[in-house]
């Protein structure tokens, strides 16, 4: 069963533009979600997860229980931003660790 | 930051053969780690979680006889992807807790291709 929706492969944005990208999950408990990066030919880290509630990089996101969705939002891209976003879930009481991601958003901001 | 390296990065093997990819974290002992496939454009399949001195706890519907994962020593994980065949051909991600934290580390993946 799908558990996390990243509605868009690619999204483009200009520099200085806000940007959103989107997830959504499905999960009945309460999970945990985490926003994980991955700029060109580097390896998959950690952008930042709910339970912290911090801004990293300017970038910020809100667990919204009622929607199901933790959406991740910058209010002006940087050229540097570009890269592959994934959103992912773990079940709270599981084994630390065990994700289960999102098909990836592809962000691109134009100069 | 900690980190995690797999090895092979590339390995191309003929069909019906076995492989076997490393994930060792470097700089840290992992009790628990991660393996992931990862199909072309596509997101990053959990496959089973290897712990340390322990069997392999596997997702639903990856065959453990097919991807073999053995973690015997608190740094390094391996899967080996027995008689290998073309559909097996993907990215094998391998991820590790580490750091006071307790913050998930990924490998740079390994690419397998069967021929």
């Known amino acids: 069963a799908q558990r996390v929706t990243q509605p868009e492969k690619l999204l483009s944005v200009f520099k200085g533009a806000p940007v959103e990208l989107k997830c959504n999950y499905s999960y009945s408990g309460s999970p945990e979600l985490f926003w994980y990066v991955q700029y060109s030919r580097q390896r998959l880290q950690l952008l930042l997860r709910h339970i912290s509630r911090e801004s990293i990089k300017g970038f910020t996101a809100d667990l919204n229980k009622g929607e199901t969705s933790f959406h991740l939002k910058k209010p002006f891209a940087q050229e540097e931003d570009s890269a592959m976003y994934y959103c992912a879930l773990s079940f709270r009481g599981s084994t630390l660790g065990r994700l289960y991601f999102g098909r990836g958003t592809q962000l691109t901001v134009w100069p | 930051g900690a980190v995690v390296s797999q090895h092979p990065s590339r390995v191309i093997c003929k069909s019906g053969t076995s492989v076997k990819i490393e994930c060792r974290s470097l700089d840290f002992q992992a009790t628990t780690m991660f393996w992931y496939r990862q199909f072309p454009k596509q997101s990053l399949m959990l496959m089973a979680t290897?712990?340390?001195?322990?069997?392999?706890?596997?997702e639903q519907g990856v065959e453990k006889d097919k991807f073999l994962i053995n973690h015997a020593s608190l740094t390094l994980s391996t899967l080996t992807v027995t008689s290998a065949h073309p559909e097996d051909s993907s990215f094998y991600i391998c991820?590790?807790?580490?750091?006071?934290?307790?913050?998930?580390?990924f490998g740079e993946g390994s690419r397998l291709t069967v021929l």
């Open positions: 290897s712990n340390e001195g322990s069997k392999a706890t596997y």
């Open positions: 991820s590790a807790r580490g750091g006071d934290t307790g913050e998930l580390f």
